[in-house]
Nanobody
Framework: QVQLVESGGGSVQPGGSLRLSCAAS????????IGWFRQAPGKEREGVSF????????YYADSVKGRFTISKDNAENTVYLQMNNLKPEDTAVYYC???????????????????WGRGTQVTVSS
């Protein structure tokens, strides 16, 4: 069964850090591009960070650039999102998504993605 499971969310104070994990089962991430999206209450889903199947191409939304780092561990079949210097506006449900791909291409729009996880809550508050 194809599945993506996010973990690592939680509640932190502003300035804190979290590392989100996205574990794949039923397929391997070697030939999949990955995206992290988030959705805050009352807001549209927005793209946060993306990585190509090769892992050599990445993209960050301006709002998280310099604070978040995406990485891909094909041996562990897991993608990570390291989030540092968290801000209250980072509060959202974070989703990972995967789609078959090859090479150095990443995809920034949700409709490109075939598989989605159920999300993990991140709350940044003092």
């Amino acid at each position: 069964q194809v599945q993506l499971v996010e973990s690592g969310g939680g509640s932190v104070q502003p300035g804190g850090s979290l590392r989100l994990s996205c574990a794949a089962s039923g397929f391997t991430l070697d030939y999949h591009a990955i995206g992290w999206f988030r959705q805050a209450p009352g807001k549209e889903r927005e793209g946060v960070s993306f990585i190509s199947s090769s892992g050599s191409s990445t993209y960050y939304a301006d709002s998280v650039k310099g604070r978040f780092t995406i990485s891909k561990d094909n041996a562990e079949n897991t993608v990570y999102l390291q989030m540092n210097n968290l801000k209250p506006e980072d509060t959202a449900v974070y989703y990972c998504a995967a789609t078959p791909s090859a090479g150095n291409v990443y995809y920034t729009r949700p409709y490109y993605y075939r598989y989605w996880g159920r999300g993990t809550q991140v709350t940044v508050s003092s």
